[in-house]
């Protein structure tokens, strides 16, 4: 994690723009500047529409990456997005991954993969890349990436493993943002206390032979910034345990929410936004159907730029006290 942090300090921004395309968040006349390009490019008329639309978001994230890599120390890409395109899709997530690490910033892939262990050390290679030495050859450009806890120490210990071994991380689901998340995540145990409590408990174990200079571990958990109060108890109960915040502006969390999961020196924690950044300028009422792609990517650039700086000066305000 001390690489995450680091990137953070020197943005004094604890804030990761989400990377989270949908057709409805690109603007139309972007997609549509894709179509000659695209058929030219296809085997199948068939695949026309993703692969037009796979070409549009990664033209789309791009704009967003040069508005933002230098105020921002990180990116999120939401792989479902992207794998929601099939082939063309993970191309692109690929794409994304690398174009953003070029740019320099930390790019942490929410895959959220989880199974048991043999299946999972398979999908370890989000960090570890295929082969050895070398001619090691990293497909991904992660530099992190989300799991699910739910299949116990065998599903993440390949992660922890790969992370160990190329200087990664990994964000363990603990307190998630979603209103159903209570459904499990609260059940009372036989023994006492919540099931979120214990698998923080298991987090904070699992982290703690890779903990690094600055206190945290390459274990870390992703806290919803909807739950404030449970998320500062988290806080003091996963010392060190990084959390990565996701919940920020469009599911309602706050600022002021967030402050109690950031440790007493403002650092341990990073918060996410990504429809609140990337769909920012389809709040601005300045774009129109007559303007070229150029000038819409200009708009959405300029709309996100703008709302990750006020994302920024928001959390410094709380978390920099
Ligand atoms: O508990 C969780 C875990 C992950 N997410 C992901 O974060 C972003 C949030 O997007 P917004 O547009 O800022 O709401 C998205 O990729 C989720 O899959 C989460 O929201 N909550």
Not at 262 to 283: E, H, L, M, P, T
Not at 298 to 311: F, N, T, W
């Amino acid at each position: 994690m001390d690489r995450l942090i680091e990137a953070i300090e020197n943005a004094q921004n604890p804030s990761v723009v989400g990377l989270d395309p949908t057709e409805a968040l690109v603007p139309p006349q972007v997609v549509a500047s894709f179509a000659d390009e695209v058929r030219d490019s296809v085997e199948d008329e068939n695949e026309l529409p993703a692969a037009q639309l796979a070409v549009a978001y990664f033209e789309f994230n791009r704009a967003i990456i040069d508005a933002v890599a230098d105020i921002v120390p990180a990116v999120k890409p939401q792989i479902a997005m992207y794998e929601a395109l099939g082939p063309a899709g993970i191309d692109v997530y690929t794409m994304t991954c690398e174009y953003a690490q070029q740019q320099g910033l930390y790019v942490l892939g929410d895959i959220k993969r989880g199974d048991i262990g043999s299946t999972a050390a398979a999908y370890a290679g989000h960090l570890s890349g295929v082969g050895a030495g070398e001619t090691a050859y990293d497909p991904w450009h992660e530099d992190a990436v989300t799991v699910n806890p739910y299949l116990g120490t065998d599903g993440i210990t390949p992660f922890v493993d790969a992370a160990a071994a190329h200087d990664k991380d990994v964000f363990v689901l603990v307190r998630t943002s979603n209103p159903s998340s209570k459904e499990l995540q609260e059940l009372d145990l036989a023994g006492g206390g919540k099931l979120y409590e214990h698998v923080a408990d298991l987090v904070e174990g699992w982290g703690e032979p890779t903990r690094g200079e600055r206190g945290y571990s390459r274990v870390g958990a992703v806290v919803g910034a909807t739950h404030p109060e449970e998320g500062a108890a988290l806080r003091e109960r996963m010392p060190h345990t990084f959390f990565l915040v996701p919940g920020y502006g469009a599911q309602g969390g706050t600022a002021a929410g967030v402050a109690g999961m950031f440790d007493k020196d403002g650092s341990g924690a990073i918060v996410n936004s990504s429809r609140g950044i990337i769909g920012a300028w389809k709040k601005t009422g300045a774009w129109n159907e007559s303007m070229s792609a150029d000038q819409a990517l200009d708009l959405v650039a300029s709309a996100a730029r703008d709302a990750a700086a006020d994302m920024r000066d928001d959390l410094r305000v709380s978390v920099y006290r």
